[in-house]
């Protein structure tokens, strides 16, 4: 197992999968997916899938263990971010993604990610500090990752989020300062809310399908 591990990660610190696009696909994006808390690089293929069939996929596993459970950064507690980690383990993912563009030869300049909560809260994360890496973003269920020193011109980058009314874990309001946030950067960013909690719906995943289409 510990071999196998080693070789999924080669010289790129994530234990990953990549999936290759379809013919029809190739000249498409790489969706970059990422997973939320206890879940691993399995999780999100499928929805990958569903919401571009052609395309390439990047599905790493987040690199911290909090009792076992995979995620992409640490927190303190409960929507509580170890702010210092997170900016580290954001330059982290962001090199992975570049250096997987060359080994896998896909196209850096046309990555698309699609997280959930703590998966979305990394590529929020990105946007905000390394937005040159990621095209667009499906963020489900995402909060405020932080506020960085110097907001990042985020002009021409599409993003689609997906909230939850009565999400235990990611009050309105904070989706609502996420959207202020990304907006005033300069981002087009598309909101669907539903009225349950912290969880992805049909519904949303139609509404992202159709969204996505857009940068295909
Ligand atoms: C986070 O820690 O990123 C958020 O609270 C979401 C989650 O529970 O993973």
Sequence with gaps: MENLENQKKGNM?????????????????????????????????????MLAPEVGLLSPRGNVSENGMPRFFRRLA???????????????????????STIYSFD????????????????????????????????LHPMVPLVPE??????????FIGAGRRDPIVPMQNTERLVTLLREAG??????????????THEEIREAKQWIQVSL
Excluded at 84 to 96: G, K, V
Excluded at 112 to 139: E, K
């Design 13 to 49: 610190d994530f234990i990953h999968h990549y999936v290759p696009p379809t013919q029809a696909g190739k000249q498409g994006p790489t969706l970059l997916l990422l997973h939320g808390t206890g879940g691993d690089e399995n999780d999100l293929l499928d929805l990958g899938r």
């Design 78 to 100: 409960e929507g509580v971010f170890d702010v210092p980690d997170l900016i580290q383990r954001t330059q982290e993912l962001a090199d992975f993604v570049e250096s997987a």
């Design 108 to 139: 850096a300049k046309k990555v698309i990610a699609v997280g959930f909560s703590n998966g979305a809260n990394i590529a929020a994360s990105m946007l905000l500090l390394r937005p040159q890496v990621l095209l667009a973003a499906v963020l």
């Design 150 to 159: 110097e907001m990042p011109k985020l002009t021409g980058k599409r993003v």
């Design 187 to 200: 981002a087009d960013v598309e909101t669907h809310w539903h009225s349950g909690g912290h969880t992805i």
